[in-house]
T-cell receptor, first 105, second 113 residues
Framework: GIQVEQSPPDLILQEGANSTLRCNFS?????LQWFHQNPWGQLINLFY???GTKQNGRLSATTVATERYSLLYISSSQTTDSGVYFC???????FGAGTTVTVRA | DTEVTQTPKHLVMGMTNKKSLKCEQH?????MYWYKQKAKKPPELMFV???????INESVPSRFSPECPNSSLLNLHLHALQPEDSALYLC????????????FGSGTRLTVV
């Protein structure tokens, strides 16, 4: 199956800072998605982004399908951005191990 | 309505009990999924239903039995579970085209005692 690698595994930010999360895939995927899981376990779909760039408020994502990677940008981070960020893709929607983001006030 | 609703939110069951997890969506999605997530791990696929038919079973033990009564409902029947089956069980659905992105329910936290 598809192997998904995410980096960094952990990220600690001061409120207001910007950050970039990366996701690499072992093979081409056409359904790449980014999720945020809050401390209560709710998984929120941030982006469905098989290619190109999308923006939603302070979050944006870019997928370079030909090079099998995607980036998630968090700008002006807030404490509510804390949680685990997953990327996922493939016909069985394989998940990466996640990046745990902690935003400190 | 852009939600996937799961019930119950929490469940404690003994190893000899039979229980069911329920999942409902009214987004017209034709694919529905069960995932299992252990603490500090990513979700792992268990089952996929496409157009109400089981299309993927990821070698899940038979003590987990999925059912899709109609296009909006997905059940997971549990019987004779083991303590190591304790986890967060997540249901998801997906559409097509621009609406392909998966929508997850809030999950059922299952504890097997």
């Amino acid at each position: 199956g598809i192997q998904v690698e995410q980096s960094p595994p952990d990220l600690i930010l001061q409120e207001g800072a910007n950050s970039t999360l990366r996701c690499n895939f072992s093979d081409s995927v056409n359904n790449l998605q980014w999720f945020h899981q809050n401390p209560w376990g709710q998984l929120i779909n941030l982006f469905y982004i098989p290619s190109g760039t999308k923006q939603n408020g302070r979050l944006s994502a870019t997928t370079v399908a030909t090079e099998r990677y995607s980036l998630l940008y968090i700008s002006s981070s807030q404490t509510t951005d804390s949680g685990v960020y997953f990327c996922a893709g493939g016909n069985k929607l394989s998940f990466g191990a996640g990046t745990t983001v902690t935003v400190r006030a | 309505d852009t939600e996937v609703t799961q019930t119950p939110k929490h469940l404690v069951m003994g190893m000899t009990n039979k229980k069911s997890l329920k999942c409902e969506q009214h987004m017209g999605h034709r694919a529905m999924y069960w995932y299992k997530q252990k603490a500090k791990k990513p979700p792992e696929l268990m089952f996929v239903y496409s157009y109400e038919k089981l299309s993927i079973n990821e070698s899940v033990p038979s003590r987990f039995s999925p059912e899709c009564p109609n296009s909006s409902l997905l059940n997971l029947h549990l019987h004779a579970l083991q303590p190591e089956d304790s986890a967060l069980y997540l249901c998801a659905s997906s559409g097509w085209g621009r609406n392909y992105g998966y929508t997850f329910g809030s999950g059922t936290r299952l504890t097997v005692v």
